[in-house]
């Protein structure tokens, strides 16, 4: 079992800046990806960006430039800067975390956290 536990949502003006953190508990060996989605009201969920244990990260298009994920490993904490926000960035943001127990793939959700961007 994993408990993820979020923070850094808030209210920012358009151009303006945040950043998020997760951290993960539990039992679990180490982490394979750590990521965040993202769902706007009406919208589908949608990938922001993840990072793997090694570092390697992927970004949606939308936030290439903007945002940055990076992680702590020795804190299996995950944070998400994001940048020169604009109001569609708005939504409510999920942390995720993906690990492999011999054959068994384990995927948990944070419970989400409120972006609202001002224009």
């Known amino acids: 079992q994993v408990q993820l536990v979020e923070s850094g949502g808030g209210l920012v003006q358009a151009g303006g800046s945040l950043r998020l953190s997760c951290a993960a508990s539990?039992?679990?060996?180490?982490?394979?990806?750590m990521g965040w989605y993202r769902q706007a009201p009406g919208k589908q969920r949608e990938l922001v960006a993840t990072?793997?244990?090694?570092?390697?990260?992927t970004y949606a298009d939308s936030v290439k430039g903007r945002f940055t994920i990076s992680r702590d490993n020795a804190k299996n904490t995950v944070y998400l800067q994001m940048n020169s926000l604009k109001p569609e960035d708005a939504a409510a943001y999920f942390c995720?975390?993906?690990?492999?127990?011999?054959?068994?793939?384990?995927?948990?959700w944070g419970q989400g956290t409120q972006v609202t961007v001002s224009s």
């Open positions: 995720t975390v993906k690990y492999t127990d011999g054959d068994v793939l384990y995927d948990y």
């Open positions: 539990g039992t679990f060996f180490w982490i394979n990806v």
């Open positions: 990072i793997n244990y090694g570092g390697t990260t």
